[in-house]
């Protein structure tokens, strides 16, 4: 568990490094970068909902907030987004990693109150782990 804590921390570190480094700094006329093959990184959001208060005023602070004209932002992909019955709700999207902050920045100014967050970066392992699975059957 610790050393998933250190990889995760790791990952983390790098991101926020190449979102402040100048290079990787955008100008406020750019478009926002798409995820490509050799940028993108996975995100998967938990939104643990507060269950001491009822749905209808989650989502009227939700709504007073402006979390769903913020979220998700343009160029972001969602890939999925459940319903985790007792939980709340889980996102993964697909983003560059230059705009992890304009993400966390939305959960922020948005969610928070009426969800508690936790992310996860993740990266694709279906290709490689269907192909182990395909070799061990040979």
């Not at 319903?83 to 993400?103: C, D, I, K, N």
């Amino acid at each position: 568990m610790r050393a998933s804590r250190t990889v995760l921390v790791a990952l983390v570190m790098a991101c926020a490094a190449l979102v402040s480094s100048d290079s990787g700094a955008q100008n406020a006329a750019d478009p926002p970068a798409a995820p490509t093959a050799d940028n993108a990184v996975l995100l998967t959001v938990f939104l643990k909902h507060d269950q001491s208060r009822p749905l209808g005023e989650l989502n009227a602070q939700l709504e007073r907030q402006g979390f769903y004209k913020a979220f998700p932002p343009a160029g972001i992909e969602v890939v999925s987004w459940y319903v985790m019955m007792g939980v709340g709700q889980v996102v993964t999207l697909r983003l560059p990693a230059s705009r992890l902050r304009e993400v966390n920045r939305i959960f922020e100014t948005t969610a928070w109150g009426a969800y508690r967050t936790e992310f996860y970066p993740t990266y694709d392992y279906k290709a490689v782990g269907l192909a182990h699975h395909d070799k061990a059957m040979q």
